[in-house]
């Protein structure tokens, strides 16, 4: 079972940052696309970014498009979540989660992913 674990999670102001990590196990860390969605209360669980295998290239959703920058680091088995101008409605556990096949594939929906993490909480206040 490939384990992923979040953190960097917290409270912050509006118009704060924060900086998510995601550590993965695994060798085979450095084969797959790597994507973070979020759930606020209430709500279903949306995509937020995600990013090649090889770091090629990222895609990120439009709410945060030009505020949150995803970037990983094959060596340490890690990806990051880079989260700048946070607004109240970014509120929301933020989850890493890993896609189920290598190489190849979407990353939009949740579906494509098989592992994921615990979730980190990202609270900003007003």
């Known amino acids: 079972q490939v384990q992923l674990v979040e953190s960097g999670g917290g409270l912050v102001q509006a118009g704060g940052s924060l900086r998510l990590s995601c550590a993965a196990s695994g060798r085979t860390f450095s084969m797959f696309d790597m994507g973070w969605f979020r759930q606020a209360p209430g709500k279903e669980r949306e995509f937020v970014a995600a990013i090649r295998w090889s770091g090629s290239s990222a895609l990120v959703a439009d709410p945060v498009k030009g505020r949150f920058t995803i970037s990983r680091d094959n060596a340490k088995n890690t990806v990051y979540l880079q989260m700048n101008s946070l607004k109240p409605e970014d509120t929301a556990v933020y989850y890493c989660?890993?896609?189920?096949?290598?190489?190849?594939?979407?990353?939009?929906?949740?579906?494509?992913?098989?592992?994921w993490g615990q979730g980190t909480q990202v609270t900003v206040s007003s």
């Open positions: 989660a890993r896609k189920m096949t290598p190489f190849s594939g979407g990353v939009l929906t949740s579906t494509e992913y098989a592992y």
